[in-house]
Nanobody
């Protein structure tokens, strides 16, 4: 079992900042990638940022230059620093991890989601 616990969501005015954190716990062999997705009402869930083994980083185009993902491989945590927030960033944000409970068998895990609301 792998559990992902998120924190840091809330209400902020446009132009403000929030920092989301996620910690993975449980029994697993390794975590190959950690990242953040978001889903706004009526929209598809989209990848916001991801940190892959080996150092590769991927960002959604609309958040480049504003959001920064940080992964601590030793502690199995990931954070998302969100600056210059816009109303269109409003969504439920989900922590995501690709983990192996045993070597060679990878599963996708999700946090419960944390609400981010940006007012104009």
């Amino acid at each position: 079992q792998v559990q992902l616990v998120e924190s840091g969501g809330g209400l902020v005015q446009a132009g403000g900042s929030l920092r989301l954190s996620c910690a993975a716990s449980g029994t697993f062999f390794s975590i190959n990638a950690m990242g953040w997705y978001r889903q706004a009402p009526g929209k598809q869930r989209e990848l916001v940022a991801a940190a892959f083994s080996g150092g590769t980083i991927k960002y959604l185009d609309s958040v480049k230059g504003r959001f920064t993902i940080s992964r601590d491989n030793a502690k199995n945590t990931v954070a998302l620093q969100m600056n210059s927030l816009k109303p269109e960033d409003t969504a439920v944000y989900y922590c995501n991890a690709a983990a192996q409970r045993t070597a060679g068998y990878e599963y996708t895990y999700w946090g419960q989601g944390t609400q981010v609301t940006v007012s104009s």
